[in-house]
């Protein structure tokens, strides 16, 4: 019995994994891989699951330059919607965590704006608040992109935020959740479509240093489902 009640404690603490209607699909392995028209070429993976601020969250982590060694941690809201709970940028030695964590894409998505959302940043390895500031990301467009790895249909979202929105590390321009910009960060004054989602796929377009284009990808088995039964099979 003590071995079924740590293996359902492991199972109560793995995040949402992906399933066919998840926006942002969390399961260990996933992998995308993106292709910039003016020529960059990234890959992003989710490698697996830490801890922030207590909650059990998804380590997405990008390969190449600019964003080589950047992790994003992410989660699902039990209504769909994708949460960002915060980056780090171990070339740079800088993160940040959210509380709460951003609403980053709101499920089911339906273009307008969205409620503003007051997030409190502190710094990853200090827990120091870095700002307190309103957030907004609304859904901007709904459209069908022919990418390279398909047709699909997608949502954007985008951010609108007040003047001079929240201060991240000085210096370096980038989205909330640790990507590098090109632009020194002026557009995010305004809502900018930075990432374009499709269900059961995930981002399948995305605009920071570049307009990166989906090129391929690979999505890992659910197994949330089945867990459960799994386990108990095990445990008789």
Aim: with cysteine.
């Amino acid at each position: 019995m003590a071995r079924l009640a740590c293996a359902l404690l492991a199972l109560a603490l793995l995040p949402a994994v992906a399933g066919a209607a998840d926006w942002e699909p969390l399961g260990v392995g996933s992998r995308w891989e993106y292709r910039g028209v003016g020529g960059l070429h990234q890959v992003v993976s989710i490698t697996g699951n830490t801890v922030l601020h207590g909650r059990v969250v998804a380590v997405k982590s990008f390969a190449e330059a600019p964003d080589a060694g950047l992790q994003n941690y992410w989660l699902l809201d039990p209504d769909g919607s994708v949460l960002l709970a915060g980056f780090l940028d171990s070339a740079n030695e800088f993160g940040v965590v959210y509380e709460p964590p951003i609403r980053y894409f709101s499920a089911p998505p339906v273009v307008g704006r969205k409620p503003s959302q007051v997030i409190t940043g502190h710094d990853i390895f200090t827990d120091d608040v870095l700002f307190s500031s309103p957030l907004e990301f609304d859904i901007t467009e709904e459209v069908t992109l022919v990418e390279p790895a398909g047709t699909f249909h997608a949502f954007g979202v985008g951010q609108l935020i007040p003047l001079p929105g929240p201060a991240l590390q000085p210096g370096v321009a980038r989205s909330l959740d640790g990507r590098k910009l090109s632009t020194g960060g002026a557009r995010i004054y305004d809502v900018y479509t930075t990432d374009w989602y499709t269900e059961g796929v995930g981002v399948v377009q995305y605009d920071t240093a570049d307009l990166y284009q989906l090129v391929g990808y690979g999505l890992a088995t659910p197994t949330a489902t089945s867990s459960w039964a799994s386990l108990k099979r095990l445990y008789r």
